[in-house]
Every structure is written in structure tokens, then in C-alpha cells.
């Protein structure tokens, strides 16, 4: 007889991992889908989808199924998902028939988004799906001491949604869930070149220019860029350069949304928990963590200590893999 496979699976609108028990993180890819838009067939996903995106003939479409943390394309997502899970089965030369899963899901999702979540993983054939929420997941792949009486603060900030936490005692004691994350930044970058220079660019492009010369900090070392677009007068592919200081004011509103939802996460924080902040900071995760200056910025902007966790685009997927205990717990308190 076989074990059931036991998986953590970070569900992210930008990135999917999965961890395994017995092998850590065993994948990591973006969340994309390439279809056939007529016979609706799964042509490629993960890292060869996103390759696609943008620059495929009319039949193929390349669709990220999940908005704002939660599943926006159900049959997507569920064909995604097999697709990925199969690859990987195949890769580790393990059965992963039947697999007990922890997943998360963002603090702001609603119970409709959550059986979407819950359906599309057993529809690969899950014995058990476990949801958890994403902050704490977030916060337990950080390494922050979770099950102890002290404020643990984490700003989980993903592609589609940031999540504020403060965890005390295993359990959440103030929480916040925004729609608002690297997706938005890439677009603010969208419109701004579109707005100034006429020109338009694709998602991917507005990711790298983020990712390269993006910056939370108004003053900063500048960083210049050259990029490519199509003119909106002309119809033709242009060049332009961008500088460092005009991305910072086009993440200037994106940024605000997150340290508003700090701010007012921090505000219900119970007073007694308050002084812990003070001493022991808040975590950063997420892709968002990774913006130049980000750290900086929210320590500036808040007045209390921020720190980056080792790994911020595995930590989800590490909390849900380090979760994976509460299976046999709920197993045993079923019995
Ligand atoms: N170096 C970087 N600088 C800025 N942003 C980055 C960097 N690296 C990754 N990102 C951004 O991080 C986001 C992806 O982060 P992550 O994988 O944590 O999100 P996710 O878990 O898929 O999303 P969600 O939590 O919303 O479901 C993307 O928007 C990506 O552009």
C-alpha cells in the first residue's frame, strides 16, 4: 500500500509552488496558462506559458487565472493545477495519487472563493484539502515564533494582494487583505508611459522595469533603463529611457494602499501586543519584499523596525509545507 503524498501548495496569483514533506519546495512557476482559445486545450504553463505572453497568434491565449489571490478562471485553474501537479510526480518519481493538501487562501477571501480553492484541488483527485490563511502561512516561512505570546507582524505583499497580520499565540489577532499588489504596481508603471511618452507596453516588460530600476525611496542612487514599445501615434516600435525617480512617483499610490493597511492593522493591535512591535519589527514577504528600498521606506514611513525574511517568494509555500502536521491533528480529531 502507498503513503499518500502530503503537499503544501502556495496558490499565488503570480507564482505556484508546491512543497512536498519529505523534499521541500519541488516547484515553482508562474501561475500562466497557454490555451488553444478554440478547442479550449492546455497547449503549455508555468515558465513556458509566461515565455508566451503577449506574443502568441490569435488561437493561443496566455491567461493567469487566479485575481487578487483567489481563482478568477475555475477550469483554468483546476487544468493548471493537474498539469503541474502531474509534472511534478513526474520529475520526483513519486505518486502523488491522492495527496492530503494544506493550501492557502488570502484573510480576505470569501467562503464562495474558498470551496473554488477546495474544489479545484480535489477535482485532481486530493483525499483531503486543509485551507489556511495566507499571513500565517506567510509568517511560519518566515521562521517568526508564531505559537508564542508575542506580536508577530507580517506584510505579506504578493502579486495580487498584500496581507497584514499581527499573530500571538498561533492565532491571528489583527489581520488586513488588500487587492493590492505587484500585479498593480506593473500597471501604474503601464499607465505612466502610456500617459507620458505615448508609448505602450506589455505586463512583462512593466514587470522588469519594476523589478530592475523599481525603488520605494525618493531619494536613492538613480537607475536609468531603456526600453521598448509601440508608439500610439506613429504605430511604430519605439525606444525610450526611463529613470528610477519617475518609477518611484508612478509606485507611489500602490504603496500608499500597503502602508495604509498597515497603519490600520497596527492600530487594532491590542496595546499590550503594541510594545512588542516596537522591539521586535514586522517581516516583510512576498515578491514585493524584493523592491529596491521597500524595507527602507515602510521602516521610515511607520517609525518601527522592518526586516526582509530570508527567502520572500518561498515563505507561503515553506509555512504551508511546515503546516503539514495539522493534517494528522485534524485527522485524529475527526476519529
Ligand atoms: N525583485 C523584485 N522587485 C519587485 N517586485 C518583485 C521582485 N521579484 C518579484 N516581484 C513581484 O512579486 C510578485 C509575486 O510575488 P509572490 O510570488 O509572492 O506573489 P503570489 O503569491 O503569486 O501572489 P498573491 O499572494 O497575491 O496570490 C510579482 O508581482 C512580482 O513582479
Known amino acids: ?78 487544468q493548471m493545477l493537474s498539469v503541474m501537479l502531474k509534472k511534478v510526480s513526474k520529475r520526483l518519481g513519486m505518486s502523488m495519487r491522492k495527496p492530503n493538501v494544506i493550501v492557502c487562501a488570502p484573510t480576505g477571501s470569501t467562503s464562495v472563493e474558498r470551496r473554488a480553492i477546495d474544489n479545484a484541488i480535489k477535482e485532481y483527485g486530493a483525499k483531503q484539502v486543509h485551507i489556511i490563511e495566507e499571513p500565517v502561512a506567510a509568517a511560519v516561512g518566515a521562521g517568526l515564533p508564531v505559537d508564542e505570546p508575542i506580536s508577530n507582524v507580517v506584510v505579506d505583499i504578493g502579486g495580487g494582494t ?23 504596481m506593473d500597471l501604474s508603471i503601464i499607465q505612466h508611459v502610456r500617459k507620458h511618452y505615448n508609448v505602450l507596453i506589455g505586463e512583462r516588460t512593466a514587470e522588469n522595469i519594476k523589478m530592475e530600476i523599481g525603488h520605494a525611496l525618493i531619494d536613492h542612487d538613480p537607475l536609468t533603463m531603456e526600453i521598448r514599445g509601440r508608439d500610439l501615434v506613429t504605430g511604430l516600435p519605439k525606444t525610450i529611457t526611463l529613470n528610477s525617480s519617475e518609477i518611484q512617483d508612478a509606485l507611489r499610490e500602490p504603496l500608499e494602499s500597503i502602508l495604509e493597511a498597515v497603519r490600520s492593522t497596527l492600530e487594532n493591535c491590542p496595546p499590550e501586543l503594541s510594545g512588542d512591535i516596537v522591539d521586535h519589527g514586522i517581516m516583510l514577504t512576498g515578491g514585493g519584499a524584493l523592491l529596491k528600498g521597500m524595507k527602507e521606506w515602510l521602516s521610515q514611513e511607520i517609525d518601527v523596525p522592518v526586516h526582509v525574511a530570508e527567502n520572500p517568494l518561498e515563505c507561503v509555500a515553506i509555512g504551508t509545507g511546515k503546516s503539514l502536521h495539522l493534517i494528522h491533528k485534524l485527522q485524529k480529531a475527526a476519529k
Open 162 to 184: 498584500s496581507e497584514v497580520a499581527i499573530i500571538s499565540f498561533g492565532g491571528v489577532v489583527s489581520a488586513n487583505s488588500i487587492r493590492t499588489g505587484g500585479d498593480l
Open 1 to 78: 500500500m502507498f503513503a499518500n503524498a502530503e503537499i503544501g501548495i502556495d496558490l499565488g496569483t503570480a507564482n505556484l509552488l508546491i512543497y512536498s514533506k519529505s523534499k521541500g519546495v519541488v516547484f515553482n512557476e508562474p501561475s500562466v496558462v497557454a490555451i488553444d482559445t478554440h478547442s479550449r486545450k492546455v497547449l503549455a504553463v508555468g515558465n513556458e506559458a509566461k515565455q508566451m505572453i503577449g506574443k502568441t497568434p490569435a488561437n493561443i491565449t496566455s491567461i493567469r487565472p487566479l485575481k487578487d489571490g483567489v481563482i478568477a478562471d475555475y477550469e483554468v485553474t483546476s
